[in-house]
C-alpha cells in the first residue's frame, strides 16, 4: 500500500525528483516543495502520512522549526529528515523537534522508502551508520575549547582587551600609550586594571594567562584609538619633567 506523502526540501529539483522516483514506486505525493515561511502551512493544511523534510543545515538555529509546527498542529503526521550526516546533537535535534526518522540525504531510494513506511507505522527510523557514528562520538568526544577565555574576556572592556592584546605582543607602557592615543598614566592605570581582573601579578603573567585560555584568539586586532595623541578625555594630565 502506497504512502501518501509529501516532500519538502532546501532545493526545488531535488524535491520534485525525489517526488517522481517515489511516484513510480507507487506512492502518493501530494506536494514537492522548497522550504519557505509557507512549508510548515502546507503540510498542515495537506496533512499527508508523512513528510520528507530534507535540509542542508541541520545545525542552523531553527532548521527544525518546522517539525515543531507540523507535530503541533498534525500530531498524526510521521517527518522523516533527509540530511548530511550531522553530529549527535543534530540528530538529538531533530527527534527532539519531532521528526520521527533521521536518513541520509544519499540513501538510495530503497532505504528511503523504507524509512517512510516504518514511520507510518509509527517506528523511530535512523539508518545504522548514522547511529555508529553519532555513539562513536559520544565515545570519543572532540576537545573541546577551554571557555575560560570567553568568561575572561567578558570581563575586561574592550579598551582592557586591547591593552591586554598590546601586553601580550610586548609593547611597554609608552608604547601602548602612542598606540592607543593616550597618556602613559592611563596606559599604567588600564595595565593595573587588566592585572587585578586577571588575577595575576605581572605583564608576563598576564600574557600568559591570555595565551592559554585562547582568549587572544578571540580578542579583536588592536587597533589604534581615534583620540589625539596626549591624554584621553577626563583622564588625569601627565605631571610635569
Same mark, same amino acid.
Given at each position: 500500500?502506497?504512502?501518501?506523502?509529501?516532500?519538502?526540501?532546501?532545493?526545488?529539483?531535488?524535491?520534485?525528483?525525489?517526488?517522481?522516483?517515489?511516484?513510480?514506486?507507487?506512492?502518493?505525493?501530494?506536494?514537492?516543495?522548497?522550504?519557505?515561511?509557507?512549508?510548515?502551512?502546507?503540510?498542515?493544511?495537506?496533512?499527508?502520512?508523512?513528510?520528507?523534510?530534507?535540509?542542508?543545515?541541520?545545525?542552523?538555529?531553527?532548521?527544525?522549526?518546522?517539525?515543531?509546527?507540523?507535530?503541533?498542529? &498534525?500530531?498524526? @503526521?510521521?517527518? +522523516?529528515?533527509?540530511?548530511?550526516?550531522?553530529?549527535? #546533537?543534530?540528530? *538529538? !535535534? $531533530?527527534? /527532539? %523537534?519531532?521528526?520521527?526518522?533521521?536518513?541520509?540525504?544519499?540513501?538510495?531510494?530503497?532505504?528511503?522508502?523504507?524509512?517512510?513506511?516504518?514511520?507510518?507505522?509509527?517506528?523511530?527510523?535512523?539508518?545504522?551508520?548514522?547511529?555508529?557514528?553519532?555513539?562513536?562520538?559520544?565515545?570519543?568526544?572532540?576537545?573541546?575549547?577551554?571557555?575560560?577565555?570567553?568568561?575572561?574576556?567578558?570581563?575586561?572592556?574592550?579598551?582592557?582587551?586591547?591593552?591586554?592584546?598590546?601586553?601580550?605582543?610586548?609593547?611597554?607602557?609608552?608604547?601602548?600609550?602612542?598606540?592607543?592615543?593616550?597618556?602613559?598614566?592611563?596606559? &599604567?592605570?588600564? @595595565?593595573?586594571? +587588566?592585572?587585578?581582573?586577571?588575577?595575576?601579578?605581572? #605583564?608576563?603573567? *598576564? !600574557? $600568559?594567562? /591570555? %595565551?592559554?585560555?585562547?582568549?587572544?584568539?578571540?580578542?579583536?586586532?588592536?587597533?589604534?584609538?581615534?583620540?589625539?595623541?596626549?591624554?584621553?578625555?577626563?583622564?588625569?594630565?601627565?605631571?610635569?619633567?
Amino acid at each position: 500500500m502506497g504512502v501518501r506523502l509529501m516532500v519538502v526540501d532546501d532545493h526545488r529539483l531535488l524535491a520534485e525528483a525525489l517526488a517522481s522516483a517515489l511516484k513510480l514506486r507507487g506512492h502518493r505525493v501530494l506536494a514537492a516543495a522548497a522550504p519557505a515561511a509557507g512549508a510548515a502551512e502546507l503540510v498542515v493544511s495537506r496533512s499527508p502520512e508523512v513528510c520528507l523534510l530534507g535540509t542542508a543545515t541541520p545545525a542552523e538555529p531553527g532548521a527544525f522549526d518546522p517539525i515543531v509546527r507540523i507535530k503541533r498542529e &498534525r500530531p498524526q @503526521v510521521a517527518v +522523516v529528515v533527509l540530511g548530511p550526516v550531522p553530529s549527535p #546533537r543534530g540528530i *538529538a !535535534a $531533530a527527534f /527532539a %523537534a519531532g521528526a520521527s526518522g533521521y536518513v541520509r540525504h544519499d540513501e538510495r531510494i530503497e532505504g528511503v522508502e523504507r524509512a517512510m513506511v516504518k514511520a507510518r507505522a509509527g517506528e523511530a527510523v535512523v539508518a545504522p551508520q548514522l547511529l555508529q557514528g553519532a555513539f562513536a562520538e559520544l565515545l570519543n568526544p572532540a576537545a573541546q575549547p577551554d571557555d575560560e577565555g570567553q568568561r575572561l574576556l567578558r570581563m575586561l572592556t574592550p579598551r582592557e582587551v586591547e591593552v591586554l592584546v598590546r601586553v601580550a605582543e610586548g609593547e611597554d607602557t609608552r608604547l601602548i600609550a602612542a598606540g592607543m592615543g593616550i597618556a602613559p598614566s592611563t596606559a &599604567r592605570t588600564h @595595565v593595573q586594571r +587588566v592585572l587585578m581582573k586577571l588575577g595575576v601579578g605581572s #605583564r608576563l603573567e *598576564a !600574557a $600568559a594567562l /591570555a %595565551a592559554r585560555t585562547g582568549l587572544l584568539d578571540r580578542a579583536p586586532a588592536a587597533a589604534p584609538s581615534p583620540a589625539p595623541a596626549g591624554r584621553e578625555p577626563g583622564s588625569p594630565a601627565e605631571p610635569a619633567p
